[in-house]
């Protein structure tokens, strides 16, 4: 007793430092951000326009944070004459279906003036992104990085980690885009002014010379490249994310090798790049190590390709230390791939397996195999992207709680068709789609079911050409089963598929003329947007809807209600 008693206050100082630790490990694993959200006049190509901001930063701050984590994010839109809405892209909200933050389809939009709380775990490590999602705002400069940190060991070292978003840049503001596209006769957006690394590009001002002065200027220091300093010898993680309003890009380092090992949040069996494909959604983890001539600087690029480029690349510097990091490299840019030869691009669709510690296997068979043929139409005289020729709308009243709520009169009741004509239409000409609609029907999936969705690409209303369309869904992570030419067939192509080690993804491309082959479960309550990332596309209808689970879902935040048939819900 008497040896219990003198050890008692060690025992009780170690008993404190316990509890102590463990409330700071409670406290440092909630997140939280404050974000004022605002117009503000930019450059970040050299061209002055006004621009989202988010705490007068465009991309935005990265939220860190670690797997497990509560995340809080406070935003406060400033914007003054339009309404908001964030996308937390590739965090699943998990039980948190209302903060996944698709205006139209899980909340209300943010008011002027008002603050909304978002509030979710991160539950996965990984590589992840958020931006806007109302209307068009994305590509006026309302973007960022997530980065998930791992609670265990990875399966590949490095010695630093860093991040690069790449993204596409227009002199245009939104509200002319929009208004080009909803026009008769259809005015298309074209081809991006700029591209961007880590928010910095270089517009060449001369190319347009009646431009007011100070509208562009080189010498801003705003629109200086973006330098990526290493140290020689060493081994760098670099988080390289897309979120482009259209081009599919290919990134490159002048003579490194880049190394793949993490795509969308899920590590990949390793493979060695020198371009480096990336669209818009995507976000990959590669290795570079500073192994060449440290005496000089080196190019970082990225070029579109997947169509007929005149944006000039965008130019950053990998600088090894210590040469100044202003010093230009020696030689010109690395000459980019063809912007029209889809073979290595599909080659690398194909080469990304999941790594073999972490393979997580898809069920065999699904239950339900909905195929969505990507299409151009015409209806009432107003161009359109659709899907098995219905080009989605958004309704006014958001899916979430028009279904959880019994709202049945807030959308269109009968669903989209799950295929399209198989054995008559023609995907590489153009097409009559005299029967196109609109409608904003939606999907109702079974609980907890395997479903699998065949993205099957076409001709578009112009001779010989399908485009490059990259898919996001929300929710979920899908396996992705495959990737073919030409028009699927569901009798020889599913013998095909790799259910041995698919990567797990939450956007994926399917290429021209081609298709692309996912199985998902539907085993996350709540509605679900799935839809090309590229803004003009899914702003002129190219996306659709899935639920699943809604009676599953809790008690709704009355945060997100207050449009359509939801005002003076609480």
Not at 72 to 99: D, M, S, Y
Not at 536 to 547: K, L
Request: one cysteine or more; aromatic letters at 12%; glycine letters at 8%.
């Amino acid at each position: 007793m008497q040896l219990s008693l003198r050890a008692s206050p060690t025992l009780l100082v170690l008993c404190l430092f316990l509890i102590l630790g463990n409330f700071l490990k409670a406290e440092a694993r909630v997140r939280h951000y404050k974000w004022e959200v605002k117009y503000e006049y930019r450059s970040p190509d050299c061209y002055k326009k006004v621009v989202i901001t988010i705490n007068g930063k465009t991309p935005g701050p990265t939220i860190q944070a670690q797997e497990g984590d509560t995340v809080i994010v406070e935003v406060n839109n400033k914007l003054l004459t339009e309404n908001l809405a964030i996308h937390w892209h590739g965090i699943r909200q998990i039980g948190t279906p209302w903060f996944d933050g698709t205006e139209g389809v899980t909340q209300c939009p943010i008011l002027p003036g008002d603050t909304f709380v978002n509030k979710f775990v991160v539950d996965r490590p990984g590589t992840y992104l958020y931006h806007a999602h109302y209307g068009m705002q994305r590509e006026a400069g309302l973007y960022g990085m997530i980065r998930v940190t791992s609670l265990e060991p990875e399966p590949f070292t490095y010695d630093l980690d860093r991040s690069i978003i790449l993204n596409d840049w227009y002199h245009q503001s939104t509200y002319e885009q929009a208004a080009g596209l909803s026009s008769i006769p259809f005015q298309w957006v074209g081809e991006p002014q700029s591209l961007l690394i880590n928010g910095k590009g270089r517009f060449n001002c001369s190319t347009t010379p009646s431009l007011k002065t100070g509208i562009c200027n080189i010498s801003n220091p705003e629109c200086s490249p973006f330098v990526q300093t290493v140290i020689p010898g060493k081994t760098y993680r670099l988080r390289v994310a897309s979120l482009t309003a259209l081009s599919a890009l290919s990134f490159q380092i002048e003579g490194h090798n880049m190394t793949v090992v993490e795509a969308d949040g899920h590590y990949v069996e390793p493979f060695v790049v020198q371009n480096l494909f990336i669209y818009s959604g995507e976000t990959y983890s590669v290795l570079v190590k500073a192994d060449q001539d440290p005496s000089r600087n080196y190019w970082i690029t990225s070029n579109v390709v997947s169509r007929n480029r005149t944006t000039p690349p965008g130019l950053a510097i990998f600088n090894y230390y210590p040469n100044h990091p202003k010093l230009s490299p020696p030689k010109a840019p690395p000459p980019p791939p063809a912007w029209d030869d889809v073979e290595p691009r599909l080659g690398q669709s194909l080469a990304i397996k999941a790594h073999k510690g972490y393979i997580e296997k898809p069920p065999t068979t699904s239950d339900r195999v909905i195929v969505l043929l990507n299409t151009q139409n015409t209806i009432n005289g107003y161009r359109h992207w659709s899907v098995n020729n219905v080009s989605f709308t958004l309704p006014h009243t958001p899916y979430l709680i028009a279904l959880k709520q019994n709202i049945t009169d807030a959308f269109d009741q009968t669903p989209p068709p799950d295929g399209y004509d198989f054995v008559n239409y023609d995907i590489f000409s153009v097409a009559n789609n005299s029967n196109a609609t609109s409608s904003n029907g939606i999907y109702r999936l079974k609980f907890n079911t395997t479903v699998d969705v065949i993205l099957q690409n076409a001709n578009t209303m112009n001779k010989n050409n399908s485009e490059t369309h990259p898919w996001h869904l929300h929710g979920h992570d899908f396996w992705v089963l495959g990737y073919g030419k030409g028009k699927f067939d569901v009798n020889n192509d599913t013998k095909n598929y790799n259910l041995v080690n698919p990567i797990m993804k939450n956007t994926v491309p399917v290429h021209p003329f081609g298709w692309t082959a996912l199985r998902f479960r539907s085993d996350n309550p709540g509605v679900w947007a799935f839809h090309c990332h590229i803004e003009s596309h899914f702003y002129m209808g190219m996306g659709v809807v899935f639920e699943e689970g809604i009676e599953r879902v809790g008690k709704l935040p009355s945060s997100i209600m207050g449009c359509g048939k939801t005002k003076g819900f609480h």
